[in-house]
């Protein structure tokens, strides 16, 4: 019965390369959340999405960043050229529904810009 | 406009003892849900607690209970016979629980760290 899974759980990219952060929700859930937290911060969201659809990605920013949410496999969340201040703790979390309740959260990918 | 806020950067507490966390929070929305999150140094997000603004109970989960008062807002989280093992970050949160919400909103946290 494994809870949300993140990978890697830390990532060390230099400046101008790509990040891949992957994530597999809990089994029978098909919803996905993606959050990021900077340093000394509060998590601030970033996108929810369902299987192969983007319900609310008003959290991304408009550039380098993408989600998705195949029908097969884990959402990935993809920095494109990333930069130093690109560096932050990214969380996934899913729920079974867009229920009423909270949603479990991974362990988190610390994503690190040298 | 901030949507929850964390007035405490930091507080210690004797272990044994009880420690309130301060969280208020901001929405013009009438059905919400109130959540805290523990982050301990290993940085995974645990969730500790649950109150909807509808619920007429405080919620209470253990040794965490939630000190709910609607008309000041305000979402306290109290920890009784506090633990080493409590020392960590504790996150306040607010979800709208209407169609619309998507999103939590998150205050900026409180180190707790408790004495021995």
């Known amino acids: 019965n494994a809870g949300v899974m993140q990978n890697p759980r830390h990532l060390v990219r230099r400046r101008g390369q790509e990040a891949r952060l992957r994530c597999s929700p809990m089994?029978?859930?098909?919803?996905v959340y993606w959050y990021r937290q900077l340093p000394e911060e509060g998590l601030k969201f970033m996108v929810y999405?369902?299987?192969?659809?983007?319900?609310?990605e008003s959290g991304m920013p408009k550039e380098r960043f993408s989600a998705e949410f195949p029908k097969e496999g884990p959402s990935i969340l993809r920095i494109q050229q990333v930069v130093r201040g690109d560096s932050a703790a990214y969380f996934c979390?899913?729920?079974?529904?867009?229920?009423?309740?909270?949603?479990?959260f991974g362990s988190g990918t610390r994503l690190t810009v040298v | 406009a901030q949507k929850i806020t964390q007035t405490q950067p930091g507080m210690f507490v004797q272990e044994k003892e009880a420690v309130t966390l301060d969280c208020t929070y901001d929405?013009?929305?009438?059905?919400?849900?109130l959540f805290w999150y523990k982050q301990p140094s290993s940085g995974e997000m645990i969730f500790l607690i649950y109150?909807?603004?509808?619920?007429?109970q405080n919620a209470t989960e253990g040794r965490y209970s939630l000190n709910f008062q609607k008309a000041r807002k305000s979402a306290n989280l109290v920890i009784s016979a506090s633990q080493l093992g409590d020392s960590a970050m504790y996150f306040c949160?607010?979800?709208?629980?209407?169609?619309?919400?998507?999103?939590?909103?998150f205050g900026t946290g409180t180190s707790l760290t408790v004495i021995p």
């Open positions: 979390a899913s729920s079974p529904t867009r229920d009423r309740g909270g949603y479990t």
């Open positions: 089994k029978g859930h098909s919803h």
């Open positions: 999405l369902q299987k192969e659809n983007i319900i609310d």
């Open positions: 929405t013009s929305d009438q059905s919400y849900g």
């Open positions: 109150q909807g603004s509808y619920d007429e």
């Open positions: 949160a607010m979800r709208d629980l209407s169609n619309t919400g998507n999103q939590f909103y």
